[in-house]
């Protein structure tokens, strides 16, 4: 999987991936360091390309759409991975990598958060138990109904 990457030189403070290419800002020193300093930047910004790429899911074209109810398995992979411990691109990571390619999740969409939970519960190996209590820590599972919660 080819992914395009730039750092802008510049005065430019931030970073983006726009569904082609990834575009890291220099930071004004100041505030923001060069934004490829930072592995988790990086990795952040590197994650779209990933899920837009090997799950053809809906991006928005407005330099952070896909943040749209995000924050629930952002949460729970940060459970997920404290919970593994190590690295997290050791554990909960290709966890998360085989639940996305594993051509089981929605790309109409019509995905349900309870959909990607379960698929990465079923690609946790031995870490099923952790990765089912962290999807637990935020709500899973979920209900059909918005106003159960």
């Known amino acids: 999987m080819k992914l395009d990457g730039f750092i802008y030189a510049g005065d430019f403070y931030n970073a983006f991936y726009n569904g082609r290419e990834f575009v890291f800002g220099d930071g004004d020193g100041v505030i923001f360091d060069g934004f490829t300093d930072k592995l988790d930047v990086i990795a ?8 837009e790429g090997f799950k053809k899911l809906p991006f928005s074209d407005d330099n952070g759409g896909v943040h749209v109810n995000s924050g629930i398995p952002n949460r729970a992979f940060h459970l997920a991975a404290t919970k593994i411990g190590g690295y997290a691109w050791e554990g909960a990571g290709p966890i998360w990598y085989r639940a996305l390619s594993s051509g089981k999740l929605r790309t109409n969409g019509k995905a349900k958060f309870k959909d990607f939970a379960d698929l990465t519960i079923e690609n946790a190996g031995v870490h099923m138990d952790k990765i089912r209590e962290a999807w637990e820590l935020v709500g899973y599972p979920f209900p059909e109904k918005r106003n159960k919660l």
């Open 44 to 51: 952040y910004e590197v994650t779209y390309g990933v899920v």
